[in-house]
């Protein structure tokens, strides 16, 4: 890229952290220290408010740097990542979001810890809450070094390796400095920025084919190489049997992980009432559809005027297909209005990173505080030492974050985001649908539905095709693989299910009936919520 791309894009980048950087500095002036602000942001936010920080937080570099690079290569097989989120929205809205809300207080532990023994509830799911938060972390990780390689040409691991210290640095910030307040204004924003920029680029492919959405998919095809097939199913995922069952793995790890993702269900208690978390979720939904709707025309609006071999070329997992249409679209790399328009995508890009590193982090850091260290202690925390326990965990997260991302570098970013999506589906899901709907639930067959889904789901991803056995591999050069499928949801899944009703089963504890009752109310009524 030229030095216009890259002064541009670095001008209107840095302006976003400066933004984002008084906002924290200005919350932290006015915190109060408490639980409840650094948790949930004194529960003061309106329905809007919370709907856009809401829709901040699920559209992440995932969605808008992989979904479209998986669509530009692989056609149609690469809408389920779209199709998935889409719908797992859905699941969240209508299944377990208000809820969730009416039973916990800060993470998704005091749902479940509610009727439950607390210590051994509490450590299970917190760990699988932190588990889950730094495998989409590292995610995040990779999109940032993908955007800085293309920004200055692929040249250079060290200005990744720098971009992805950066990015670590300023969440750990945002974070410990200004809790949930200052994560859900930066989310705000990010938020009107991306789906500004995704609209003036969806905009700028349709007009490039006079509307006709037909002729856009039809070139897609013809310059993929691929003819018709490029527009059916099987180019990614129908190879053989071993492909198909990984299209089925991957499909339920999306669909029903968001319901287990602690930095998206954090979100509804930010809000005064369970009211005011129903508007939100309409808020959310409106924004979420269609941005995912829009990633669509992106993807085949790269296919069809960039070219998967030239997305390819500039990175082999698809990270970049966005800014190269942007490029494109803008009139090419020499271009005034090419510099603009790609600066400005890359720009949003960071921008959408580090919005949702912070709320990941957040989460992450108060299900160390909240539930492990609170549970780990004789006593229970007081909640100002447990708010300076969760900023120090932000630093340790982001440590591990920023090492697992400089090592997953080459990955694409919606595919690690969806094994994330199958940890939280396997580990976080059951034990809490079990304790939101079974009278019969116990404490053993809580910390056996965690556990049985987070050590399978995490055995099978270190034995699988992403670690070792083939050329897209963490470690090409050594060769342990033995479980076919790169996404373990199919198998790890079932077994969390599995693993909670027989932990219940063989039990002899006998469940209480009151809080039970207690909390059936409380979820279904908002009654006693706080």
């Known amino acids: 890229m030229t030095g216009d791309h890259q002064t541009l894009a670095l001008l209107l980048f840095s302006a976003f952290v400066a933004v984002t950087l008084a906002i924290t500095t200005w919350v932290s002036r006015h915190r109060h220290g408490s639980a409840e602000e650094f948790y949930a942001g004194g529960r003061l936010f309106s329905p809007m408010e919370n709907g856009f920080a809401i829709a901040g937080d699920y559209m992440s570099a995932a969605s808008f ?72 972390l590292v995610a995040q990780m990779v999109g940032a070094g993908s955007m800085v390689a293309l920004l200055l040409g692929g040249q250079g691991e060290a200005a990744q390796t720098w971009t992805v210290i950066g990015v670590g640095a300023l969440m750990v910030i945002y974070v410990s400095l200004g809790g949930m307040r200052a994560t859900t204004w930066i989310q705000i924003v990010k938020a009107v920025l991306l789906l500004g920029g995704t609209i003036a680029l969806t905009v700028l492919v349709l007009v490039r084919f006079h509307g006709d959405f037909d002729e856009l998919l039809l070139t897609a095809a013809e310059r993929s190489g691929h003819g018709e097939s490029f527009l059916a199913p099987g180019l990614k995922y129908g190879a053989d049997w071993t492909a198909r069952f990984d299209f089925i793995s991957l499909g339920l790890a999306l669909v029903l992980g968001t319901a287990g993702l602690p930095h998206i269900l954090s979100r509804f208690y930010t809000v005064p009432t369970a009211l005011a978390a129903r508007r939100s979720v309409v808020w959310s939904i409106g924004l979420i559809g269609g941005f995912y709707l829009m990633t669509i025309v992106l993807g085949f609006g790269a296919a069809a005027i960039v070219g998967p071999d030239a997305v390819r070329g500039s990175n082999a997992a698809g990270n970049t297909a966005v800014p190269l249409l942007a490029l494109d679209l803008g009139g090419g790399a020499d271009s005034t209005g090419g510099t603009v328009l790609f600066a400005i995508v890359a720009a949003v890009a960071f921008a959408t990173i580090l919005a949702v590193v912070a709320g990941i982090t957040l989460a992450s850091s108060a299900s160390v505080a909240h539930d492990l260290y609170a549970s780990l202690r004789r006593r229970h925390a007081k909640p100002r030492s447990e708010v300076a326990v969760a900023r120090i965990a932000a630093v340790g997260i982001g440590v591990v974050a920023i090492a697992l991302g400089l090592l997953a570098r080459d990955l694409n970013v919606a595919f690690l985001v969806g094994l994330a999506f199958a940890v939280a589906a396997s580990a976080n899901l059951p034990v809490l649908l079990y304790s939101l709907f079974w009278r019969g639930f116990t404490t053993r067959g809580a910390v056996w539905a965690v ?51 027989l932990g219940t089963v063989t039990s002899t504890e006998v469940p209480d009936e009151a809080k039970h009752a207690e909390t059936e109310v409380r979820s279904l009524t908002g009654a006693g919520a706080a």
Request: proline letters at 7%.
């Open 451 to 501: 556990y049985g889904g987070l050590i399978p789901a995490m055995t099978l991803v270190l034995l699988s095709p992403v670690v070792s056995g083939s050329p897209e591999s963490l470690f090409p050069g050594v060769d342990f693989q033995v479980f076919p499928l790169q996404n373990p949801g199919l198998v790890s899944i079932p077994l969390g299910f599995l693993a909670g009703w």
């Open 65 to 136: 740097l992989g979904i479209s690079g998986l669509i530009a290569l692989y056609g149609y097989d690469g809408l389920l990542y779209s199709v998935g989120f889409l719908v797992a929205w859905l699941v969240v809205l209508f299944l377990v979001a208000e809820l969730v809300r009416n039973c916990g207080r800060f993470t998704l532990a005091d749902v479940v810890a509610a009727r439950m023994s607390e210590r051994p509830v509490r450590i299970a799911a917190g760990t699988s809450s932190v588990t889950v938060s730094v495998l989409y």
